[in-house]
């Protein structure tokens, strides 16, 4: 079985950093992607993973440890608008096409 | 505009009335997915497809049936409804990736489903 684990909810200000944590077990992996969902919008791809690291796109980042099952998203200079949902996903290797996303994270931007 | 489109976005049935909720997107993707999106639960793979006429089973398949009979579209069929299926669902489609190469899923904006 796939499962995923991430905080439910996570609060910050306005121009802080905040980092959204995702440990994942499953039978094979391919990849850990990110996803941010607006109330009431889709999900809309942020980043991805194969690999140990860090990947840096603009104010968002986003580091996998595939030894510990573990990547995290991390968010910088926090914005009202990035008020939202965060979901990690797993691709499992045998299923390659198989996406099992986790229950994501609240994140509450306050003033 | 490259987008995934849904139709309709909201359905309000009755329980055993067949549906059938469409997705086509129009960027000539092999792959395609459905999900359902409920509370706490967060984001589940109903069926996916990787190209015409291939199809399988993702992580919440009972009650659901689909079909890919061109590239573009991917319409989720729900033969007879219960209201254990009243949820939103989105419709998702992405290039095959491979290796090490980034993967980016579109999805559409979402059909709310009621079932009574």
């Known amino acids: 079985g796939q499962s995923l684990e991430q905080p439910s909810e996570v609060t910050a200000v306005e121009g802080a950093i905040v980092q959204i944590n995702c440990t994942y077990q499953?039978?094979?992996?391919?990849?850990l992607s990110w996803y941010q969902q607006h109330d009431g919008g889709a999900p809309t791809f942020l980043s991805y993973?194969?690999?140990?690291g860090l990947e840096e796109t603009g104010r968002f980042s986003s580091f996998l440890s595939r030894s510990d099952s573990y990547g995290y998203l991390l968010l910088q200079e926090l914005q009202m608008k990035d008020s939202a949902s965060y979901f990690c996903?797993?691709?499992?290797?045998?299923?390659?096409?198989?996406?099992?996303f986790g229950t994501g994270t609240r994140l509450l931007v306050s003033p | 505009e490259a987008q995934v489109t849904q139709n309709p976005r909201y359905l309000i049935t009755v329980t055993g009335k067949k549906l059938t909720v469409t997705c086509s997107q129009n960027?000539?993707?092999?792959?395609m997915s459905w999900y359902r999106q409920d509370p706490g639960l967060g984001l589940r793979q109903i069926y996916y497809?990787?190209?015409?006429?291939?199809?399988d089973k993702g992580d919440v398949p009972e009650g659901y049936k689909v079909s890919r009979k061109e590239k573009r579209n991917f319409p989720l069929i729900l033969e007879s409804p219960s209201p254990n299926q009243t949820s939103l669902y989105f419709c998702?489609?992405?290039?095959?990736?491979?290796?090490?190469?980034?993967?980016?899923?579109?999805f559409g904006p979402g059909t709310r489903l009621l079932v009574l």
């Open positions: 998702a489609s992405s290039t095959l990736g491979g290796g090490a190469r980034e993967e980016t899923q579109y």
């Open positions: 996903a797993v691709r499992d290797q045998e299923g390659f096409q198989k996406l099992v």
């Open positions: 497809s990787m190209n015409v006429e291939v199809t």
């Open positions: 499953t039978s094979g992996f391919y990849g």
């Open positions: 960027m000539n993707h092999e792959y």
């Open positions: 993973n194969a690999l140990d």
